[in-house]
């Protein structure tokens, strides 16, 4: 009887760790930008920096869940 876990259980939860960690790692990034730099915030109108600071959030956020669309659909 061979040792250790089943392949298909240890495929399933690498998928599930890598998924909390990169989901973790887009959020902290996001939140070090955003209220750590300032970024999140305008004091009055938006300046260059917030609306770029927006836009790569949106851009990263659509490869996040594009990851997570490919990682699972099988």
């Known amino acids: ?3 250790g876990w ?3 259980i240890k495929k399933f939860f690498l998928k599930v760790l890598n998924s909390l960690f990169l989901g973790l ?14 970024l999140a915030f305008t004091t009055g ?8 600071f927006y836009i790569g959030l949106l851009i990263s956020l659509f490869f996040l869940l594009r990851y997570y669309y490919l990682t699972w659909k099988d």
Do not use: F, H, R
């Open 1 to 3: 009887m061979e040792q």
């Open 6 to 8: 089943d392949p298909d």
């Open 25 to 38: 790692l887009w959020l902290m990034a996001a939140s070090t930008g955003g209220i750590y730099y300032g």
């Open 45 to 52: 109108k938006p300046v260059i920096y917030n609306i770029l």
